[in-house]
């Protein structure tokens, strides 16, 4: 697809995928605080409910496309 202003992009390891649910991280991105308090709040969620396997987790704000 096309990329716009605005977008994010998570890249993430299934340590996160398979600790948080889709709302979950709408949630957490929704939240104006930015990419690395995002990247913090979701892997502290994960770890909170066991983090069972590794996480990674990268977040990426398209801020312009000049």
Do not use: H
Not at 31 to 54: C, F, H, S, Y
């Amino acid at each position: 697809g096309d990329l716009r202003a605005g977008d994010v992009l998570l890249l993430a390891s299934d340590g996160l995928t398979g600790m948080l649910e889709d709302e979950q991280l709408v949630k957490i991105l929704a939240d104006p605080k930015g990419p690395q308090a995002w990247v913090d709040r979701m892997i502290t969620e994960a770890n909170r409910r066991g983090g069972l396997d590794n996480i990674t987790t990268i977040v990426v704000k398209i801020e312009s496309l000049d």
